[in-house]
Each structure stands twice: as C-alpha cells, then as structure tokens.
C-alpha cells in the first residue's frame, strides 16, 4: 500500500515539473561535445581607450574694484511754460526786378577865388613898351554849381560853373569845365575824390586880363547826411548807400586850380556847399 501512495506522489511531482516548462530529458553526447567545443572558442578581448582629460588651467581674475555708489541724480524742473506759436513767415517767390542805378546828384556852394598875375609893371615888352602895368593879386566871391554822374563807388563825371563878382577891384572870375572823378570812398558815408578835367577861366578888371581853355585840377571830400535805405529790387553789388546808391542830402568841400598852363597866372578856388543825391 506504501508504494502505491509513494508512486502516485511521484507521477504528480513530475508530471507538475513537465507543465511548468522544466526539462528532464537526459543530456545527449552530441549536445555535451557542442557546449565543450563553444567554450573552447578565443574570444579577443576588446581593449577600451581610456580618455584622459587635459589638464585644466585655473585663471585667477584680476582684484575688482569696487566703485563708490553714484551721487543721486538731481532731475532739473521741466518747463511748463506754453509755447506760443508765432505767425506763419510768408516768403514773397516775386521775382525782383533789377534796381537801375541811379547815380546823379546835384550841388550848389559858396566858393572864393584868389588871382595872382604872373608878371611885373618893371618888365619890357615889345618895343619898350612895359609889358604888364596891370600887375598884382586880387581875392573875389561868388558861387559854384555842379552836377555830375557816379557810375558807381569809384568813377564818375561832373560838370562845373563858378562865377564870382565880389572883389577888390571890382574884378570877376568865370570857370566852366567838365572833370572826370575817381573816388575813394572812407566807410559808407564819406568819399574822397580828385577832378581831372578840362575848363575855360576868364577874369575882368582892373588886373591882367586872362582868357585860358586849359587843363585844370582838384580835389574834395563828400559826406552823406542821410540814411540811405535799400529798394526792393535786385542790385548789381551788395548795397552800401555810397556811390551811385546813395540817396539824400551830403556836403563837399573841394579845391580846384582852375587854369594848369606854363606862364598863366595863379587862378585858385576853394568851394563849400551842399549836395542832393538822386
């Protein structure tokens, strides 16, 4: 009865061993030669590269300065004054028309004259006869007009009269001529200039008579009085309010040796007056 049970433990152990995926079939010899041969196989062992990092280099940074804190910024107060808008500039687009110069003035003055014979009573003339008893000096008065053109700052043309009749003799000067004028001017409101011209001079009385068209010569300062403002128009130079630009009421003096001539008498005038330029 004992081997009955001990036989029927058995089969259930193994037939339990069988269904849970066990093997208990014998080892052949064929698999036991397979098993040996494989672990006879060299196998060449893989040799690994170690890497070996380079060497790391430790900087040391330089000491850091430490800055102060900054001063508070102080803000400036903001204006808040209103902006007033200013009116619009119109630009005139007008196209100028070219300002003509006009350069012609006109002038009237005093002037005195200082004659001087160029000869003796004591001389001979011809034929014994004294050849001048009419010798001697005489200073007369009268009055100079002028009108003349300035081309522009520098050169322009001027006719001139003198008469005078005041005398101590009772004598008279004429003088009529026309002069070309250079002119320098000195800032904007003065002009020098020098009269370079031709003239016919004749005196009357008791003196030596005289009756020249000579060469004559001179020199004068001009002033303006005015101010001199610019047109709306287009100027030829920058406007200066002198020469042929200037406009308005002006003083001269001048100078002039009425007859240069070899032999003729001494024929000066000093002239004074006042000039409008147009």
Do not use: W
């Amino acid at each position: 009865m004992k081997n009955i049970k001990f036989s029927t433990a058995l089969l259930c152990a193994v037939t339990t061993f069988g269904y849970a995926g066990g093997d208990i079939s014998p080892i052949t010899y064929y698999e036991t030669a397979d098993v040996t041969v494989a672990q006879g196989v060299y196998t060449e062992p893989v040799q690994q590269e170690v890497y070996s990092p380079a060497p790391v280099e430790v900087y040391t940074s330089t000491p850091v300065e430490v800055v102060a804190p900054l001063a508070p910024v102080v803000t400036s107060t903001v204006d808040v004054t209103p902006i007033v808008e200013s009116a619009p500039v119109v630009v005139d687009t007008t196209p100028k028309r070219n300002s003509v110069a006009n350069g012609f003035y006109a002038g009237l003055g005093v002037a005195t004259t200082r004659y001087e014979t160029n000869c003796n009573s004591s001389s001979t003339g011809t034929l014994g006869i004294p050849g001048c008893k009419k010798s001697g000096d005489d200073i007369t008065f009268g009055a100079l007009g002028r009108v003349g053109y300035d081309f522009n700052r520098y050169i322009g043309v001027e006719l001139r009269a003198l008469k005078t009749s005041l005398g101590d003799d009772g004598g008279t000067v004429r003088h009529n001529g026309v002069f070309l004028k250079p002119m320098l001017p000195v800032g904007d409101a003065m002009n020098m200039y020098a009269l370079v011209g031709f003239a016919k001079t004749e005196t009357q009385g008791s003196l030596q008579h005289t009756d020249a068209e000579a060469l004559a010569l001179g020199l004068g300062v001009e002033v303006d009085l005015s101010e001199d403002h610019a047109k709306d128009a287009r100027y030829g130079r920058a406007f200066d309010g002198a020469g042929d630009q200037e406009q308005g009421v002006g003083l001269f003096v001048d100078y002039e040796r009425m007859v240069v001539k070899s032999g003729s008498p001494d024929l000066d005038a000093l002239s004074a007056g006042v000039t409008y330029d147009f």
